[in-house]
């Protein structure tokens, strides 16, 4: 690919506000901090300040909130070369993880706003999320190409976020082969992973270290429950140690992978229920049911700013009925994966559920998401994913 300049494409101008906030550290323009855009093309552009101060190129989307993602502030061409570095740079970073799946690239977080690279084996799963970024998806595939030497590279463009782009909603095979199902092995468990059609990427990726913060912290022998199973990947580790494991989620087609997931592992101590969490905590609550561990790991309540306070009532209600059911001495981990939900208010949240349920509970550990969905201090939207550990103490 012939290499893009900064000198190639016209000058995107943006206000002072817009380049203090790239000062510091946070690679958002948004709309109304674009002082001016001669050509409204999407794609890398030069971006300089209104006194036509060289800012550095960044992303550009058009008809985006988020009008400009800061890639670098050198004036380096953008190309094959460019991407491939930082990409191994950023898998590189990914030391240590005791799995055959994971993240390699992280988005803004990793400096490559918008694209989202996760590693199955010999399988890459990525996500172009913008449409800046879009119109780089030859070089991109060439720099995930040469950084970590795929098999198959999966494009899962189906992300609700790039219809905000003015993208349309894809699956694509990019190059080689990738399978519809790949076993994943975690902390010395298989399970699961369905690249073409599953959740995100076809796993939830981000939750591999709380999932075995739990499997630790089980109590050995009790009695566990996990609610929003999915497809069982808590109810596994709760497994390796608990008696008997209760997993619930509303979904026929989770379960079923679920099941699959246990068979795969030699797993039988899981009792498999098809239920609407809120009525069977009410239901678990009248029958005077009590758990030694419960892993509760809903999905977002709150995907906008307008429900937060409805979703804030979602969140109470389940934490609430679980802390009832927790035994004496049990454990509960709790999670929020919506970005609108911050951790003050996950916080406070849980401790208006510890008053309302009568019970004490002890906080034990806040997590965030595993280590390799790194999240910056100074740019929020990258700490989505909250986690907090807590037991009943008599």
Not at 116 to 134: F, H, M, R, T
Not at 220 to 233: I, K, V
Not at 279 to 291: P, V
Not at 354 to 370: E, M
Request: charged share 25%; with cysteine.
């Amino acid at each position: 690919m012939t290499a893009v300049r900064p000198s190639d494409r016209p000058t995107v101008r943006v206000t002072a506000r817009a380049a203090e906030r790239w000062k510091q550290g946070h690679p958002w323009i948004y709309r109304s901090d674009v002082a001016a855009e001669p050509e409204k093309k999407p794609g890398i552009v030069p971006v300089t300040d209104r006194k036509g101060k060289f800012l550095g190129q960044a992303l550009y989307s058009p008809t985006s909130e988020i009008r400009l993602r800061l890639l670098t502030r050198g004036d380096q061409p953008i190309d094959a070369r460019w991407w491939a570095e930082r990409i191994a740079a950023a898998a590189a970073r990914r030391n240590g993880i005791n799995a055959t799946a994971w993240r390699a690239v992280h988005a803004e977080a990793d400096g490559l706003p918008s694209l989202v690279i996760d590693k199955y084996g010999p399988w890459i799963v990525a996500q172009l999320l913008s449409a800046g970024l879009e119109t780089a998806r030859a070089d991109v595939l060439a720099g995930i190409s040469a950084a970590l030497a795929p098999e198959g590279i999966l494009l899962r463009n189906d992300a609700a976020v790039r219809r905000h782009e003015g993208l349309a909603s894809e699956v694509v095979l990019a190059l080689g082969q990738v399978p519809e199902v790949v076993e994943v092995v975690e902390d010395g468990l298989k399970y699961l992973a369905a690249p073409w059609s599953g959740q995100k990427t076809g796993a939830f990726l981000d939750q591999r270290e709380n999932r075995a913060l739990v499997g630790q912290h089980t109590r050995p022998g009790g009695r566990a429950l996990d609610l929003f199973t999915y497809h069982g990947s808590f109810a596994l580790h709760l497994a390796r140690h608990a008696k008997d494991v209760l997993a619930v989620d509303q979904s026929t087609e989770a379960l079923a992978r679920g099941v699959e997931n246990a068979r795969l592992n030699g797993i039988a101590n899981i009792v498999w229920r098809e239920a609407n969490v809120f009525d069977l905590l009410r239901e678990l609550e009248r029958r005077r049911e009590q758990f030694d561990t419960i892993a509760l790991d809903p999905p977002a309540f709150a995907k906008t700013k307008a429900n937060l306070e409805r979703a804030v009532a979602g969140y109470k209600e389940v934490n609430l009925r679980a802390m009832k059911i927790l035994a004496d001495g049990g454990v509960l981990f709790t999670s929020s994966c919506s970005y609108h939900v911050s951790r003050d208010v996950f916080h406070a949240m849980l401790a208006d559920a510890a008053r309302d349920s009568g019970r004490r509970i002890q906080f034990v550990a806040a997590t965030g998401a595993s280590a390799d969905h790194p999240e910056l201090l100074n740019v929020p939207e990258t700490g989505y994913l909250k986690g907090v550990l807590l037991r009943a103490v008599v």
